[in-house]
């Protein structure tokens, strides 16, 4: 499934009233996620329309960091969403992007060095 990830977006995160974001764009509070906060970041991000595969991902991405609390290996994440291995790549240009549109917190510097 192809996205369109534009350079510039209409909306920017600082204009998304009730989403509270870092500088680097991550929600501070993932309690505070839902479909259309998703759904916003990724118009933000240039990772839109979000469909069913971005939605496996997104919805793996949040069970995982919420009973784990830690970010999940992405080609684990395509197995067991059914997707190819280079599928979060594909569907929202990394897995940092990924990590945002599932409006999880900053994972920290070490981990988002792997993101990229």
């Known amino acids: 499934?192809?996205?369109?990830?534009?350079?510039?977006?209409?909306?920017?995160?600082?204009?998304?009233?009730?989403?509270?974001?870092?500088?680097?764009?991550?929600?501070?509070?993932?309690?505070a996620w839902s479909r259309e906060a998703s759904r916003i970041l990724a118009e933000i991000d240039g990772v839109s329309p979000l469909g069913a595969d971005h939605w496996a991902v997104i919805l793996y991405l949040r069970e995982h960091y919420l009973a784990h609390g830690t970010l999940p290996v992405m080609r684990h994440v395509c197995r067991v969403s059914h997707l190819d291995r280079d599928a979060v790549r594909k569907l929202?240009?990394?897995?940092?992007?990924?990590?945002?549109?599932?409006?999880?917190?900053?994972?920290?510097?070490?981990?988002?060095?792997?993101?990229?």
């Open 92 to 116: 929202f240009g990394g897995c940092r992007a990924a990590w945002r549109v599932a409006g999880l917190p900053n994972p920290g510097e070490e981990a988002k060095a792997y993101m990229d």
């Open 1 to 31: 499934m192809a996205t369109n990830r534009s350079t510039s977006s209409t909306l920017t995160r600082a204009q998304v009233p009730g989403l509270q974001t870092d500088e680097d764009g991550f929600l501070l509070d993932p309690g």
